[in-house]
């Protein structure tokens, strides 16, 4: 518990630092992290249920669940739609980040095939950052280092938000990252998506 409390104080204060810094390293283009990060999901789930994959659209564009807004999963045609606009708003912090959003939409497919919440609410969007931790730390072909925890980090701070009572409240920047950050400690010690289960 004590690890957990440190890597979560660590990581919300990350969030703070590193908000604004520049992307400095090399980072892999936006098809290698989609194709990684789906077909890794994919893997864990054993291809069981998977979601369809449609990325790089414009904002606005048509589906069954009508014109999104943003990275999107649409349960009327079990799709994940991850948006452009979205693509380089992630690249402001990395690549990671991108990872992040990928497998946060991953989370709200696996929510609806296996019932884990019945209806929209930040609490819903909270397990589905928490799911996205514990698939970013069990992706078998991805490593994350320290730099790419620090972006996921960074940018689930800064889509936090604070619209009280909306049904598009999506967490506080706190508890968006504390919500990864426990879902990325419980790939570490086993625990997996038991370590998202609300109460």
Same mark, same amino acid.
């Given at each position: 518990?004590?690890?957990?409390? !440190?890597?979560? =104080?660590?990581? $919300?204060?990350?969030? *703070?630092?590193? +908000?604004?810094?520049? &992307?400095?390293?090399?980072?892999?283009?936006?098809?290698?992290?989609?194709?990684?990060?789906?077909?890794?999901?994919?893997?864990?789930?054993?291809?069981?249920a998977?979601?369809?994959?449609?990325?790089?659209?414009?904002?606005?564009?048509?589906?069954?669940?009508?014109?999104?807004?943003?990275?999107?999963?649409?349960?009327?045609?079990h799709?994940?739609?991850?948006?452009?606009?979205?693509?380089?708003?992630?690249?402001?912090?990395?690549? !990671?980040?991108? =990872?992040?959003? $990928?497998?946060?939409? *991953?989370?709200? +497919?696996?929510?609806? &095939?296996?019932?884990?919440?019945?209806?929209?609410?930040?609490?819903?969007?909270?397990?589905?950052?928490?799911?996205?931790?514990?698939?970013?730390?069990?992706?078998?072909?991805?490593?994350?280092?320290?730099?790419?925890?620090?972006?996921i980090a960074?940018?689930?701070?800064?889509?936090?938000?604070?619209?009280?009572?909306?049904?598009?409240?999506?967490?506080?920047?706190?508890?968006?990252?504390?919500?990864?950050?426990?879902?990325?400690?419980?790939?570490?010690?086993?625990?997996?998506?038991?370590?998202?289960?609300?109460?």
């Open positions: 518990m004590k690890i957990l409390k !440190a890597l979560t =104080a660590a990581a $919300i204060g990350l969030g *703070y630092v590193f +908000a604004t810094l520049p &992307v400095l390293a090399r980072e892999w283009h936006p098809k290698a992290v989609v194709d990684g990060v789906y077909s890794g999901i994919q893997k864990i789930h054993g291809y069981k998977t979601p369809r994959l449609i990325w790089n659209i414009r904002e606005y564009s048509r589906t069954r669940c009508g014109r999104i807004h943003s990275s999107h999963y649409c349960k009327l045609d799709t994940v739609y991850i948006m452009r606009r979205d693509i380089r708003m992630a690249y402001r912090y990395g690549d !990671a980040a991108l =990872a992040y959003i $990928i497998a946060h939409e *991953y989370a709200h +497919a696996m929510q609806t &095939v296996h019932g884990f919440t019945p209806r929209y609410s930040s609490f819903t969007e909270l397990q589905a950052d928490c799911l996205a931790g514990v698939y970013l730390g069990l992706i078998p072909n991805i490593t994350f280092d320290k730099k790419d925890i620090r972006e960074a940018f689930a701070y800064s889509i936090g938000d604070y619209a009280w009572g909306s049904k598009h409240h999506h967490g506080t920047p706190r508890q968006r990252v504390k919500a990864v950050t426990i879902g990325m400690q419980g790939s570490l010690n086993g625990q997996g998506v038991r370590a998202c289960r609300l109460s």
